[in-house]
């Protein structure tokens, strides 16, 4: 009777084994492993904007959306090596160049969303007498010395350090001052607040250019290249594992007001909350899901 017994038992927990490991492999390589996106952004506005609206966007149409915020570095290298599934702010051909060098040929292209952005070093428009990029290094004093900056890793700050800096003579008259997007415009707004000059690396499209008056200094020399447009990039095989997804982005395009909207929702009136601006900026713009359809 006790063999049985446990004859009996050790069928019962077969089975039940080989139940959970049915119900383990259904969710892990099955469709719901399908549904799993993972999007790496880069702490810039319009990548920070455009990656909560596609979590929304995905959400509602059943996939489980992870974001990831990086360097960008680090997120050229997540897609080469398959830990990100998605990038929505690769700037090209210019700003991120290196990257595409490094890793383009791991990468899959989906489409552009945006045409015209470019690079920007600026001044509040109440800065007199400095309206090129040739004046800093004469009026190096009036900033004490220093171009506020952005992260280390950016295409902004190498060609800023490498290009800027050199061709216009500001070595050992102006140095680079690296932190964070959200310390930089945290340092231009505390300036502007109280008419300070201040020097600060910046982009177009930004909303800093809606809310402050603000001066692009001219770049005679080209250092800071030209208009670009800005692209999605997928991992390898993301194409053949998202096909829907894939026709969605290759048909994605925002323009400058619609971004600008957008933007200014997330980091002004729903300051911290990115899923309540989206939301917001979706119920004011009722049609725009259908243009990716």
């Not at 990831?68 to 570095?73: H, V, Y």
């Not at 990468?107 to 001044?123: F, T």
Request: overall charge negative; proline content about 3%; glycine content about 10%.
């Amino acid at each position: 009777m006790k063999r049985v017994l446990a004859v009996a038992m050790a069928a019962t927990l077969a089975l039940g084994a080989a139940a959970c490991g049915s119900d383990s492999e259904a969710g892990g390589s099955g469709d719901d492993a399908k549904k799993k996106i993972t999007i790496g952004y880069m702490a810039w506005d319009e990548a920070i904007a455009v990656s909560y609206l596609w979590q929304n966007i995905l959400t509602e149409k059943g996939y489980e959306v992870e974001l990831k915020n990086l360097e960008a570095g680090l997120v050229y290298g997540g897609l080469a090596n398959g830990d990100i599934d998605l990038f929505l702010d690769s700037w090209q051909p210019l700003t991120h160049a290196s990257y595409m060098e490094r890793y383009g040929d791991k990468l899959e292209k989906l489409g552009s969303w945006y045409d015209g952005a470019s690079l920007s070093i600026a001044v509040p428009s109440y800065v007199q007498d400095v309206n090129s990029l040739e004046d800093l290094a004469d009026k190096a004093g009036t900033f004490n010395g220093e171009i506020v900056g952005i992260e280390p890793g950016a295409g902004l700050t190498k060609a800023t350090q490498e290009e800027v800096i050199p061709q216009y003579g500001l070595d050992g008259k102006m140095r680079l001052k690296t932190s964070s997007t959200p310390a930089m415009l945290a340092a231009l707004d505390g300036a502007i607040k109280a008419e300070r000059p201040i020097v600060v690396t910046l982009w177009h499209p930004h909303w800093a250019y809606a809310k402050y008056d603000l001066k692009d200094l001219t770049d005679p020399k080209g250092t800071l290249g030209q208009a670009e447009q800005i692209h999605n990039l997928g991992r390898l095989g993301f194409g053949d594992d998202f096909p829907e997804v894939t026709a969605m982005l290759n048909k994605f395009k925002l323009d400058s007001d619609q971004l600008a909207t957008l933007e200014d929702l997330m980091f002004n009136t729903h300051k911290g909350d990115e899923e309540k601006a989206v939301e917001e900026w979706l119920k004011a713009n009722p049609d725009y899901l259908q243009t990716l359809s």
